[in-house]
């Protein structure tokens, strides 16, 4: 069975920086799209960012340039570093994974319409100005 497990989520000021992590089990992510997505309060989930087996990354215009997304394969590990956070980055964070487990699916797409299928439990991050 996927597990993907979520850490790293807290409260900083405006400015700061998090780091979150995803650890995932039962499943070999390496090879096939992960990502991060959020949702704040009265919000639909929204991509924030994606990395496909290959290493492609693909982020959504609010994050770009100030969120990092990468991989550890040995680890079984996806990060999202999160710098210059603003108060509207507040939302509850979710890893996810497209399990596939023969060929890959365009991970672009799987992003663009959330079409992940394994999500973790979340992790909040609150930023405060």
């Known amino acids: 069975q996927v597990q993907l497990v979520e850490s790293g989520g807290g409260s900083v000021q405006a400015g700061g920086s998090l780091k979150l992590s995803c650890a995932v089990s039962g499943y070999s992510g390496s090879g096939n799209c992960m990502g991060w997505l959020r949702q704040a309060p009265g919000k639909e989930r929204e991509g924030v960012a994606a990395?496909?087996?290959?290493?492609?990354?693909y982020y959504s215009d609010s994050v770009k340039g100030r969120f990092t997304i990468s991989q550890d394969n040995s680890k079984n590990t996806m990060y999202l570093q999160m710098d210059s956070l603003k108060p509207e980055d507040t939302a509850m964070y979710y890893c996810?994974?497209?399990?596939?487990?023969?060929?890959?699916?365009?991970?672009?797409?799987?992003?663009?319409?959330?079409?992940?299928?394994?999500w973790g439990q979340g992790t909040q991050v609150t930023v405060s100005s």
């Open positions: 990395i496909s087996g290959g290493g492609t990354t």
């Open positions: 996810a994974a497209d399990v596939v487990y023969a060929g890959v699916r365009n991970c672009e797409k799987v992003f663009e319409n959330k079409a992940f299928n394994a």
